[in-house]
């Protein structure tokens, strides 16, 4: 199975600054990567897929980048709602693996 | 408008099996490409992979939990199944059906639906 390790495990961060989120898969995964955004008590929310294309509807301070191992989601001029918990998923090949998560706190 | 909604017995006791339904409106499981796929999340824990089932049946499993899991659909009452034999506590989380369509990744989610594992 590929691993995926996600750093930080969790982040505080002000409104209005920019932060990164990681992960590092245990071989290549050819941009097959997706992050999405969880809330307490919701489903995940698909934000990012291919690594880099944003779905429909995610604000444009949301953007994904990285290749072949190494991947990241950068979350610019950060509001409220975007407190939640990140988590990446790798869908390059059986069985999808999901990072262990990220959790967002706004100061 | 795509939507899913899992259903389960909500308590089971352990040894018994486990029986989901994911029932879903705004696309069909008879489309080219199209798949659904079964995740669980114990609560204030990751996300763990169960199993996919796409438009021509072809079926995928976590090889960790393979020997439980059996998953089905019904194109014509858009539904899909999950079952989980043998159960015990460590099967206790929120059980997630999404959608897949033409790519690997779930593009959109149900609300979950808890089920708890106890004696």
């Known amino acids: 199975d590929i691993q995926m390790t996600q750093s930080p495990a969790s982040l505080s961060a002000s409104l209005g600054e920019t932060v990164s989120i990681e992960c590092l898969a245990s071989e290549d995964i050819y941009n097959n990567l997706a992050w999405y955004q969880q809330k307490p008590g919701k489903s995940p929310q698909l934000l990012i897929y291919?690594?880099?294309s944003l779905q429909d509807g995610v604000p444009s301070r949301f953007s994904g980048s990285g290749s072949g191992t190494q991947y990241s989601l950068k979350i610019n001029s950060l509001e409220s709602e975007d407190a939640a918990t990140y988590f990446c998923?790798?869908?390059?090949?059986?069985?999808?693996?999901f990072g262990a998560g990220t959790k967002l706190e706004l100061k | 408008q795509v939507t899913l909604k899992e259903s389960g017995p909500g308590i089971l006791q352990p040894s018994q099996t486990l029986s989901l339904t994911c029932t879903f409106s705004?696309?069909?499981?008879?489309?080219?490409?199209?798949?659904v796929g079964w995740i669980r999340q114990p609560s204030g824990k990751g996300l763990e992979w169960l199993a996919n089932?796409?438009?021509?049946?072809?079926?995928y499993y976590n090889p960790s939990l393979k020997n439980r899991l059996t998953i089905s659909k019904d194109t014509s009452n858009n539904q899909a199944f999950l079952k989980i034999t043998n159960v015990d506590t460590a099967d206790t989380a929120t059980y997630y059906c999404?959608?897949?369509?033409?790519?690997?990744?779930?593009?959109?989610w149900g609300q979950g639906v808890m089920v708890t594992v106890s004696s």
């Open positions: 999404a959608r897949m369509f033409r790519a690997y990744y779930f593009d959109y």
């Open positions: 291919y690594a880099s």
């Open positions: 705004g696309f069909s499981l008879s489309t080219y490409g199209m798949g």
């Open positions: 998923l790798q869908d390059s090949e059986y069985p999808p693996t």
């Open positions: 089932i796409w438009w021509d049946d072809d079926k």
